[in-house]
T-cell receptor, first 115, second 110 residues
């Protein structure tokens, strides 16, 4: 059983298009996250939701909009895609917002390529 | 503010060599510390963790000790294998957010 699953694994699209990435976790965790990893492997937090409530909203273009229909799902919608959006996007989850004893569990990533 | 600094890579070692990847942190309060490993084409996986000063996390032959006096959490392994080739991330959590280092790429050659 995959704990954190995200789809699609690969996404190739043209500039200006709108695309979505879906994420689901079956760990019963309360908190879910979106991270962006660039070509140098640097990880940047984008958003975090706790029980469907947005708790972290880093400086991200408003073309990126997360949606959490329930605490097991966190989707990422991106409007008007740009070349600089090309990256690997990781979904993650953790138990609660206080993570001292609750590590992050990551999905396998979605590699987005904008041409 | 909170931050993690880890040694830059890439690191290339021969099989059975000793590995150290340095990690230091800056944090308010009492963070938990983690090492994550990312194999090619995969997401990050928790390798080990430590939640308070002097704790030692260990897993798969890797170890790291939470040193509050030096604000460090260096990763060590006595004898690396080719299968350890991956990117290693040091991270801290203060209860509100995770902070990751920039990652250190390790390649182990036979």
């Amino acid at each position: 059983d995959t704990a954190v699953s995200q789809t699609p694994k690969y996404l190739v699209t043209q500039m200006g298009n709108d695309k979505s990435i879906k994420c689901e976790q079956n760990l019963g965790h309360d908190t879910m996250y979106w991270y962006k990893q660039d070509s140098k492997k640097f990880l940047k937090i984008m958003f975090s939701y706790n029980n469907k409530e947005l708790i972290i909203n880093e400086t991200v273009p408003n073309r990126f909009s997360p949606k959490s229909p329930d605490k097991a799902h966190l989707n990422l919608h991106i409007n008007s895609l740009e070349l600089g959006d090309s990256a690997v996007y990781f979904c993650a989850s953790s138990r609660g917002t206080r993570g001292e004893n609750s590590p992050l569990h990551f999905g396998n990533g979605t590699r987005l390529t904008v041409t | 503010g909170n931050s993690v600094t880890q040694m830059e890579g890439p690191v290339t070692l021969s099989e059975e060599a000793f590995l150290t990847i340095n990690c230091t942190y800056t944090a308010t309060g009492y963070p938990s510390l983690f090492w994550y490993v990312q194999y090619p084409g995969e997401g990050l996986q928790l390798l080990l963790k430590a939640t308070k000063a002097d704790d030692k996390g260990s897993n798969k032959g890797f170890e790291a000790t939470y040193r509050k006096e030096t604000t460090s959490f260096h990763l060590e392994k006595g004898s690396v294998q080719v299968s350890d080739s991956a990117v290693y991330f040091c991270a801290l959590n203060t209860g509100n957010q995770f902070y990751f280092g920039t990652g250190t790429s390790l390649t182990v050659i036979p």
